[in-house]
């Protein structure tokens, strides 16, 4: 089993960044591929992007890719979401989830069985 807290949420103007993490505790963190969503106001939790156990694999939603990038340093137990060119639309309670199963992550939110409380970030237009 495993523990997620995140941080790093907050308030931004358009065009700023912002980067999150994930501490995780318990298990072998690298045991773990990791993934972050979002949840908007009114709307269904949705993926950001996704990482494999040692870090050689991510994957996007095509509406970030280009402008988030997700790492991991497995020796600080620690999973990260940088977070450049921000818009308005991406305002959003962010999660990290963890995945004990498979090795490459997925985008899909039911594949993950730890998660973590959320952070909040606010972008202003």
């Known amino acids: 089993q495993v523990q997620l807290v995140e941080s790093g949420g907050g308030l931004v103007q358009a065009g700023g960044s912002l980067r999150l993490s994930c501490a995780a505790s318990?298990?072998?963190?690298?045991?773990?591929?990791m993934g972050w969503f979002r949840q908007a106001p009114g709307k269904e939790r949705e993926f950001v992007a996704t990482?494999?156990?040692?870090?050689?694999?991510?994957g996007y939603a095509d509406s970030v890719k280009g402008r988030f990038t997700i790492s991991r340093d497995n020796a600080k137990n620690t999973v990260y979401l940088q977070m450049n060119s921000l818009k308005p639309e991406d305002t959003a309670v962010y999660y990290c989830?963890?995945?004990?199963?498979?090795?490459?992550?997925?985008?899909?939110?039911?594949?993950?069985?730890?998660w973590g409380q959320g952070t909040q970030v606010t972008v202003s237009s």
């Open positions: 318990g298990r072998t963190f690298s045991s773990y591929a």
């Open positions: 989830a963890a995945d004990e199963f498979r090795l490459y992550g997925s985008n899909w939110s039911a594949n993950y069985d730890y």
């Open positions: 990482i494999s156990r040692s870090g050689g694999y991510t």
